[in-house]
């Protein structure tokens, strides 16, 4: 017992101790934010893997529609449901079944 009171009045021993609780947690930098700043840090690079593969699959289309006029029709058909003045359209749409 005396040790830990002779270790509680060393001035850099509670200097050190009190600047360490202060960088842990009362900090605007503390462990807490560190760690919320990290798993934001994730989330928005796996948002930029996903936005540069959607880009790349954006630019592939746009540079087959430049090039080729049939791609051009297929593209409208799909993706807008155009249709020629003689056609008919149905668009089938699978339900998916629910979950109970």
């Known amino acids: 017992m005396s040790k830990l009171l002779q270790l509680f009045k060393n001035k850099y021993f509670v200097t050190t101790f009190a600047f360490v609780v ?3 947690f009362f ?3 503390d462990v807490l934010s560190q760690y919320e700043y990290r798993s934001e ?6 948002e930029k893997e996903f936005y ?3 880009i790349e699959i954006i630019k592939k289309d746009l540079n ?4 080729n006029l049939n791609t051009a029709e ?3 058909r799909e993706k807008y ?3 020629k003045d003689n056609e008919d ?3 089938i749409i699978k339900e998916q079944p629910k979950a109970e």
């Open 22 to 24: 202060w960088m842990l």
């Open 27 to 29: 900090d605007k930098n």
């Open 41 to 46: 840090v994730k989330k928005l690079e796996t």
């Open 52 to 54: 540069s593969r959607e």
């Open 64 to 67: 087959e529609l430049g090039s």
């Open 74 to 76: 297929k593209f409208a």
């Open 81 to 83: 449901f155009m249709k």
């Open 89 to 91: 359209v149905f668009v």
